[in-house]
């Protein structure tokens, strides 16, 4: 959805589109017998038309809807007065000028909740099925859906026994949580202990979710100004006692004199029988009680058959909240890839730091691809836990945009074990030389294949090597001029005998050896020698850098076993080493995802909103005020202070903002990283396919310094050289010309977007779809 931030009905276009091509795509690899398109789960498009239209529906329709129903009802119906948040002072101070007792419903009237309860159990569950994993037989373990059911069951099991009682349909909580604690923990003192543990996680989750109403603060404060007794009165299983913890957790309790409770009374207020308990406990006639609740029927129709005055709260904001909560909660649980959605729809209704910057394209492109970095890091701490990793190092520069997104959510609460995280300055510069074995060309081909346009001196800069004593050696060999593109290396004989050169191999090893042993030191500095097993975090591609640590330190005894984790993997084709391993999260081309591999139609984008504006690491040297520490040394193009500056920083405040929201209620979500990643996937593939015009036209301000290999600032836009267009001698041929300019931007998708032409994109995705399927 566009910038994740826009109505749903503002997303049904390219959600269209989006469902057009797929259905298109499946029918065809159906026919031809081929696999699956992706193999995450993927919500149809009767299925994405249902959820989305049914969010977008306007709240008026939807009211008038509610009020039509309500006059198709029979019965005694009593006309109910009500009131939204924001006028609900004004009236209450008016109707309540008689009355010296004024009483008040809990939830959904003084406290709202960030899901709906019934989520709220879910995650619970969840919380249950994590702790389990420690005690039980993996065999043994029952999914979240058992565990949600089985709480189901006991509920109707133990409200059962309430009313064999004579008391009202309730549940006693205490009852409930041993029950629900000796299904799967059936021995004491382990039984009450689990039970105790899921009491004080649902208490937590309770906290975590709720916050006072809008205005009841200020309401309160006036009523009691007024020196008026206020109660309340709610239908919950929880006790009085935790109602009034909750409270005073919201800023309330103190405004309130007393509270009834139907799990403590045994009596409901929906039946009409916790009333008289109360005006009975409270010493009151009905009409010298005033009650103010959301339900239409146990907060007015009930106690006005008694002659309680009441008053109804009905938001229509408040309303609408809850209905889209209700319809991603109800997609979830029959889709799970709808759980990123189900994110989304709780983020965007309860941020408190993400803000509605909608002049500001640069903090609104990080509110877009948020999503996909934070499930990523949520990944990096399941995989490290799953791995027995206790040490984990973000790579310089893009790590350090990772890494501080995983210092927001390793405190969230989520998490059983968090690995200790650590940042290591290294670049591809700084670490090809140590790499090495000999300079051979079957070294040296390693970064060739991938910037074929070398010079001498280029080749020179790219391996760290002293450019006067390399030069020097070259000329020896008859390679005398260091700036001339060497365009066939395997052929040219001057260049061949400057690698067979014997001064120049020992002049080599001499170089490498020096950056190997600083490298070292500056590893083992930041404590990654001596461990058994660590992981890498980067963005990706290729995990070069991962490589290049492993060639250099492979047959040393205290180099650890390497783990890559990336947000996407491109395999090189190259065998990985022994102790070397690499995972893709959001796209792992050895998957063979069609979809995944989708993801990398635009892969700058994301190396250049996570790259850190301090310079890339050239070498190691010597600390001035320390000298037996090594310090990296940074080069810092001008170019890349201005991009920062101008875009990125405000790229990366709109990814921290959104990291925030998301630790602060990940906590009820309890969503996995593999259970984020299909609708993650496809949010990060609407920008990538079907990017909207202002987007489009964004990217063209960026720019990329290239500072390996080639050396050089990459532009965006579509590079058409007159010269060549004129020399075509045709049209024919200088549509090839744009044609090949078109290949070779850094994100076709963009182009197609910014040539305005209606259903462009569409176009472009079936036929770019049809030509990697064949």
Known sequence: M??????????????????????????????????????????????????????????????????????????????????????????????????????????????????????????VARGFVSRLQELLHPERMPTVAEVRQRRFVLEMEVAGEQVAQGRDNEVDFEELLLRWAGSWVPVEPHRSRMAAELRALEIELEKCALRPAPGIPELLAALKAQGK?????????????????????????????????????????????????????????????FFVGDDENADNVQPRRLGIATLRVEDPDEKQRRRRLEIAQKAVEQNPFWAAHYVDVVLGNEARHVRD???????QLGRTLAPGLVAFVVDVIERSEKLGIDHVYFLA??????????????????????????????????????????????????????????????????????????????????????????????????????????????????????????????L??????????????????????????????????????????????????????????????????????????DFLRNTAIFEMITTANHGSTLRYGQNPWAPHLPLPELVHHEQEKDNAARFFRRVQEGIYDYARDYARLSPLLRFTADELKPGTLQELLRYTRYPTDEEAHEFLKYSHVESFGVHEITTFGLK?????????????????????AFETNSWRDGVVRRSGLPLANLAYDAWFTWRAIR
């Open 357 to 363: 910057y909608e002049d500001d394209p640069s903090y």
């Open 524 to 597: 083992d500095y930041r404590g990654l020698m001596g461990l058994k097993r660590t992981a890498l975090v980067d963005i990706g591609w290729k995990g070069s850098m991962q490589d290049n640590l492993m060639r250099a330190f492979e047959h040393e005894p205290r180099f650890p076993e390497l783990h890559g984790f990336y947000l996407a993997y491109v395999p090189d084709g190259q065998p990985l080493a022994k102790k070397s391993f690499k995972y893709g999260y959001l796209s792992d081309l050895r998957r063979r995802d069609l979809e995944e591999a």
């Open 229 to 289: 007794r206020l109660i309340f009165v709610s239908d919950m299983y929880l006790s009085a006692p935790l109602l009034r913890e909750l409270l005073r957790h919201c800023g309330l309790e103190q405004y309130f004199d007393a509270g009834y409770v139907s799990i403590d009374e045994g009596l409901r207020k929906a039946t009409g029988r916790l009333f008289p308990r109360v005006l009975e406990r409270e010493g009151l006639q009905p009409g010298q009680l």
């Open 720 to 740: 058409l050289e007159l010269r060549k267009l004129s020399q075509a001698g045709s049209v024919k041929g200088a549509l090839k010309e744009v044609w090949k």
């Open 2 to 123: 566009n910038a994740r931030r826009e109505p749903a009905a503002a997303a049904l276009l390219p959600s269209l589109q989006r469902w057009a091509v797929e259905a298109a795509r499946d029918l065809y690899l159906m026919q031809k017998g081929a696999p699956a398109a992706t193999k995450q789960p993927r919500a149809s498009a009767a299925e994405r038309m249902s959820v989305l239209t049914a969010e977008a529906l306007p709240p008026e329709l939807v009211e008038g809807l509610s009020q039509a129903s309500r006059l198709l009802r029979t019965g005694d119906a009593v006309s109910v007065e009500s009131a939204p948040f924001a006028t609900l002072q004004e009236r209450l101070l008016t109707l309540t000028a008689g009355y010296d007792v004024v009483g008040f419903d809990v939830f959904n009237t003084l406290v709202v909740r960030s899901v709906e309860g019934e989520w709220l159990k879910t995650a």
């Open 397 to 522: 520069r893009e790590g350090l945009t990772l890494l501080k997104v995983f210092a927001i959510l390793k405190d969230s609460g989520l998490f059983r074990r968090v690995p200790k995280a650590h940042y290591l300055f290294v670049s591809r510069a700084s670490t090809i030389l140590a790499s090495m074995r000999e300079l051979s060309w079957e070294e040296v081909h390693r970064f060739w294949r991938q910037y074929s346009r070398q010079s001498l001196r280029g080749l020179l800069k790219n391996l760290s090597l002293p450019q006067d004593e390399f030069i020097r050696l070259a000329a020896e060999c008859g390679l005398t001029d260091p700036d001339r593109p060497i365009v066939e290396p395997t052929k040219e004989e001057a260049f061949q005998r400057f690698l067979a050169s014997r001064r120049v191999r020992v002049a080599f090893h001499h170089r490498r050896d020096e950056a190997r042993a600083a490298l070292a030191r500056y």
